[in-house]
């Protein structure tokens, strides 16, 4: 079964490979995305993440879903010394570094407790895995059209951190100054709310992200620096 729909502004491609696949699972999965687009988004006015940022709604009246994707951003925030960080000068409340993988993951799992096991769940970029191997190609910083790696995962998640999409957009909180100290970073971890995650604050942090991603556990990392030098753990699953 494969299906695509846009959501959270981005495409979000479903395959599963299972045999005998209900329609039930992956309506179950784009309903719970498109839920968290609603509740989530810094660019609606009247979610739950812009009400709150707004200080229309106090901490005890929070949603334990946004509780709990509030409590990963300052995790972040504090393992990075405030190079990632959810609440910027400027820009507000915006968590959509932490509710991208952690939304997918939650949508993954959905798939895994309707008793699928072999599926691949791509979210602009950042996949969720199941009963792999799944190869998951990582772009080329400088040529759309090209691969500079492709990795064999079996279950897990993986995610990138780049300039080349959306250009300097990552910031380092710590100046309020955009990240440019990479070109990319991919992270393969257990989780994609983890690899998530630590893409973008790695990112953040420029080159001295590379060895903290690497540091923290599960992790695997491959970064391409300005230049084309390449850095990459030795376990990074790179397929035959």
Known sequence: MRRVEHVMGFPVSLRVDDPDVPDGPADAV????????????????DSEVSRYGRGELPAAALSADLAE???LGEEFRRATGG?????LPGR???PCAVVKG???QRAAELLTGAGLRRFCLNAGGDVAVSGGPWRVGVRHPAHADR???????????VATSARYERGDHILDGRTGRPATGLESLTVV???LTEADAVATAAFALGEEGVAWAAAREGCEVFAVLPGGR???TPGVPVAA
């Open 230 to 232: 390449v850095l990459r």
């Open 102 to 104: 952690w939304s997918v």
């Open 92 to 94: 507000g409340l915006d």
């Open 69 to 71: 994707v509030l409590a």
């Open 189 to 191: 971890a257990p989780t």
């Open 147 to 157: 691969l500079c790696a492709v990795l064999e995962v079996s279950d897990g998640g």
């Open 30 to 45: 784009f309903a719970w995305l498109r839920e968290v687009d609603r509740r989530f988004s810094p660019f609606r006015e």
């Open 83 to 87: 190079a990632f960080d959810v609440r």
